[in-house]
């Protein structure tokens, strides 16, 4: 069985309407998030709704045995004396799972309070319907942590962007690294405006994921270079854009495959894996889609206008492989 | 060549029984709920899958400065007084800097002694001098001496907490410093739901402290200023004494010396007992070597003087000193059998160096986490059933080759995560265990996806050699030559990304990075490797001109 059987593909001769296309999506999710930034909910400004473990506050996570009446157990709680409490149900509806939040606090003793109070509160209500030993998930965060968690991710992506922009310095060439990590950004841009676009928090796990995505993206990337430096040192007589445009199809099967079954396998964590991993299987959906489409729509268009760009200022074009056949 | 496939049958047979055993050890049967608790008693689980508490713990390290530069204001007053040089008073300037000492007041003609005395190696390891001109002078705490006292103090506190969890029976506590140089402690309790009851295991009790006392008792707290004139001595502080631990008003008050005469990691033991002549409960306590000297210059000084047990701020016990004490003693007071019990127990963990704050506090119950361990297992199952059979649709025969890679990779990844804690609680707890955690799962499903991605590399190259024209064995040995060089940029890329998570990332994130990079790692070998030796062992089977399934 096959797919394909040697596709023959312009794809740069698409490149403006690729980048009309990531530019919509782009431009699309940097609107959202300086919308939500102009608007900030809670008097936290963030440009992406973010989860309690970056926000801080307090989370109750309890799982009854019989099917919660929210309104009940939202009286029961303001009657402790919790206010500005989020009572929500929680994950598909036969797990009888109620989430309870407290906004953030200034201070850690503050959130430990609120905790103690939903958790008294509960019992003294519901004594019977849930079992306080293994059926409860709390989460109290204070805003140092958040805020230390936020610069320990924000550090850890832009350390793992430059590990790879060096690797691949090091095998390719500068701009191919550089081509590679602007797909990433590109690909990062676009799935963070995604969970801006549709409210969703973005969690440790979601951080994570993102950086799942980067280096799927990047391995996409890798996979097209590879076989541009392959066909660069057989023919150099082709053009550019040609010896591209060949590699790309070359690679399409593949790409489309290993997509197409990472895609099947995310899928199922989307529509299996239950609450706790809905956004982090949600920014591997999405980004492995972009992902895909960068290395093909962005990584590669890019470096051929690079080289184009030398060329017309009377440069040779820099190659891996010329480089190599001059026996340096 | 055959001699040669058959040696590397033998490795992969050994690789594939080492990890065997990582996942389930010698299982007591062969029946399926034996060997599902051969597996969970060995594959190490993360808290959001097991259920526990999850605590991140602030120290308050400038306590422990504060501390180390009170006893440098005694030690400097004690020097000067046996050179026999004048001063008015050794001060701590700013209560909000505890790294700052000033020396003022000395005498212009002992400029050169005051200099010599404080530039000894006993200050200048700690400090740098300044000042002296106008007979003022200033000791700075060095940044480096700082940053190492924090240090220390942190260990010290993990050391404490750890005697503390004890206690409480917890199996396979992990209490770590956490994050780089915030001087906070993580604190992982696996199968603990109750925040409240680990709260009060790990309590921020201040440590215990024997001072001098300089006056008392005075009923009132302005009694107490009246005694010294109302001019308080900047090294004394008046403290409320309270009987009893739980650290009531008090009901009398005393003039202490602020720098303690020993204190926290000066005790080495203590045990709850009873004085026979009056009956009373004690607390008899042992002092270390160092701190007993030190015990027995200061009793032998000051026979017939009062000395007080501090805690948290508060007096507990003043005592008269009746004759030099080395290092035995006995704290004796008012005390009820659970606070003499409670106090040893404080004592003998050693008191913590400086208090904690909570900044961030979990739990997750075990049925949870149960859930959570379903959904993904379930995501997984589902995730690898789907891509086998597509395998086996699209690749025909050479799908087995891919499906069993993919099968060995998985068992490979579960046994060296099984080994890895199997290896560390032969060493005594040592070494790095790898923990599968919720994101973990998901680094699972990934690693899937990349391992699948290896096979349809290589494939995929080896149907275009034979398009190309070429026989089987030929098609075989290009398609892997040339999709290598890939495999090795995507893998070692993607390596790269998962170890500075691993390195960088905490909690959830780090379970993540386990996964990606041992699975990774295992994909080389068994999309490369094994993938290949099996296409060989089939190519031999083959007739001539005959071609693979694929």
Same mark, same amino acid.
């Given at each position: ?38 608007? /900030? ?7 992406? /709704? ?17 099917? /919660? ?52 509160? !509960? ?8 079992? /306080? ?22 550090? #850890?992506?832009?350390?793992?962007? !430059? ?44 951080? #994570? #994921? %993102?950086?799942?995505?980067? *280096? ?11 076989? %541009? ?10 053009? !550019? ?26 899928? #199922? ?44 200022? *009377? ?11 001059? *026996?340096? | ?29 062969? @029946?399926?709920?034996?060997? =599902? ?24 390290? +400038? ?24 001063? @008015? ?17 000395? +005498? ?24 002296? @001109? ?58 603990? @739901? ?6 009060? $295991? ?96 200061? &009793? ?13 701020? &508060? ?70 059933? $789907? ?50 955690? =919720?994101?973990?799962?998901?680094? $699972?499903?990934? &690693? ?22 070429? $026989? ?20 070692? &890329? ?57």
């Amino acid at each position: 069985m096959e797919f394909f059987r040697n596709p023959n593909v312009n794809w740069l001769g698409w490149k403006w309407y690729f980048l009309a296309f990531s530019m919509i999506f782009s431009v699309a999710g940097i609107v959202k998030m300086s919308w939500n930034w102009e608007h /900030p909910v809670g008097g936290m400004r963030s440009p992406v /709704p973010l989860g309690v473990d970056f926000r801080g506050g307090t989370q109750v996570d309890v799982q009854f045995t019989n099917p /919660p009446d929210i309104d009940a157990i939202r009286r029961a709680v303001e009657a402790a004396g919790v206010k500005d409490a989020v009572i929500t149900s929680f994950g598909p509806a036969t797990d009888h799972q109620v989430l309870i939040s407290l906004p953030e606090e200034t201070n850690e003793a503050a959130l430990d309070t609120g905790r103690e109070e939903i958790e008294s509160a !509960l019992q003294a209500h519901y004594n019977n319907y849930f079992n /306080p030993n293994t059926g409860v998930k709390v989460d109290v965060v204070g805003p140092t942590v958040g805020r230390q968690l936020e610069k320990q991710a924000t550090l #850890a992506t832009l350390y793992s962007m !430059l590990g790879m922009l060096i690797y691949l310095w090091f095998r390719f060439q500068l701009i191919y690294g550089v081509a590679a990590v602007v797909a990433c950004f590109h690909d990062t841009l676009i799935t963070v405006g995604a969970f801006a676009l549709t409210g969703r928090e973005i969690s440790l796990t979601v951080i #994570a #994921a %993102i950086l799942t995505l980067v *280096g799927y993206s990047m391995n996409d990337t890798i996979v097209v270079f590879d076989r %541009i430096r392959e066909n660069l040192r057989i023919s150099r007589r082709e053009g !550019l854009t040609d010896l591209v445009n060949r590699s790309i199809n070359q690679t399409l099967s593949r790409t489309v495959l290993t997509s197409g079954l990472t895609f099947l396998t995310v899928l #199922a964590l989307f529509i299996f894996g239950g609450e706790v991993l809905n956004g982090f299987s949600f920014a591997l959906v999405v980004g492995i889609l972009i992902g895909t489409y960068s290395s093909i729509a962005v990584a590669a268009p890019m470096l051929v206008a690079w080289q184009e760009y030398r060329a017309g200022k *009377g440069k040779s074009a820099s190659l891996p492989a010329a480089r190599k056949s001059k *026996g340096r | 060549m055959k001699k040669n496939l058959k040696s590397k049958i033998a490795l992969i047979i050994a690789v594939l029984l080492i990890c065997l055993y990582g996942i389930f050890g010698i299982p007591s049967g062969i @029946s399926g709920k034996a060997l =599902l608790s051969a597996i969970s008693s060995r594959i190490h689980l993360g808290l959001d899958l097991q259920g526990g508490a999850h605590l991140i713990l602030q120290v308050q390290v +400038s306590e422990a400065v504060n501390a180390e530069t009170d006893n440098t204001v005694q030690e400097i007053q004690q020097d000067l007084k046996k050179a026999n040089l004048t001063v @008015s008073q050794v001060v701590k300037p700013d209560p909000n800097k505890p790294d700052v000492i000033r020396i003022e007041g000395t +005498s212009p003609a002992q400029t050169d002694a005051v200099s010599s005395l404080l530039g000894t190696a006993k200050y200048a390891n700690e400090f740098d001098l300044s000042g002296g @001109s106008d007979n003022n002078w200033t000791l700075t705490m060095k940044p480096l001496f700082e940053s190492d006292l924090d240090k220390r103090t942190v260990d010290e506190a993990i050391e404490t907490i750890r005697d503390r969890v004890d206690s409480l029976g917890v199996s396979e506590p992990l209490i770590q410093e956490y994050g780089l140089g915030a001087n906070q402690i993580l604190v992982e309790l696996p199968g603990i @739901s109750d925040l409240d009851q680990v709260k009060s $295991v790990i309590r921020s009790t201040a440590r215990l402290e024997i001072h001098a006392v300089d006056g008392g008792p005075f009923s009132t707290e302005d009694a107490a200023q009246q005694s010294v004139n109302g001019a308080l001595p900047p090294n004394d502080e008046i403290l409320p004494f309270s009987g009893d631990l739980g650290g009531s008003n008090g009901t009398s008050y005393y003039v202490i010396e602020r720098s303690s005469i020993v204190a926290g990691s000066d005790f080495r033991s203590a045990d709850p007992g009873v004085n026979s002549n009056t009956g009373q409960r004690t607390v008899n306590f042992t002092l270390t070597d160092e701190a007993g000297d030190k015990f027995w210059d200061y &009793t032998s000084a000051n026979v017939g003087k009062d000395m007080a047990v501090v805690m948290g701020g &508060t007096v507990r016990e003043v005592a008269v000193i009746k004759q030099p004490i080395r290092d035995q003693g006995l704290i004796e007071g008012g005390f009820t059998e659970n606070e003499v019990m409670e106090l040893s127990k404080l004592l003998r963990t050693g008191a913590l160096p400086a208090s904690l704050n909570y900044i961030e506090a979990s739990t997750v119950g075990a049925t949870l986490g149960a859930d959570s361990i379903r959904e993904g297992v379930t995501a997984a199952i589902v995730g690898i059933v $789907v891509v086998m059979a597509f395998m086996l649709v699209y690749y025909k025969g050479s799908g087995i080759n891919a499906d069993l890679a993919l099968i060995f990779n998985l068992i490979i990844l579960l046994g060296i995560m099984g080994l890895s804690a199997a290896i560390s609680s032969a060493s005594g707890g040592g070494g790095l265990v790898l923990t599968l955690t =919720l994101p973990g799962i998901a680094g $699972v499903i990934l &690693t899937i996806g990349m391992g699948v991605d290896s096979n349809v590399l290589i494939f995929e190259r080896i149907r275009e050699e034979i398009r190309a024209g070429k $026989v089987a064995s030929a098609a075989v040995d290009q398609g892997f030559a040339r999709a290598w060089v890939t495999i090795v940029d995507t893998h070692v &890329t993607t390596i790269v990304s998962a170890a500075i998570l691993f390195i960088f990332g905490t909690g959830p994130v780090k379970g993540f990075a386990t996964t990606l990079t041992v699975g990774l790692a295992a994909n080389l070998f068994t999309a490369v490797f094994v993938s290949r030796v099996i296409f060989e062992a089939h190519l031999n089977k083959l007739k001539a001109g005959e071609m693979v399934s694929i």
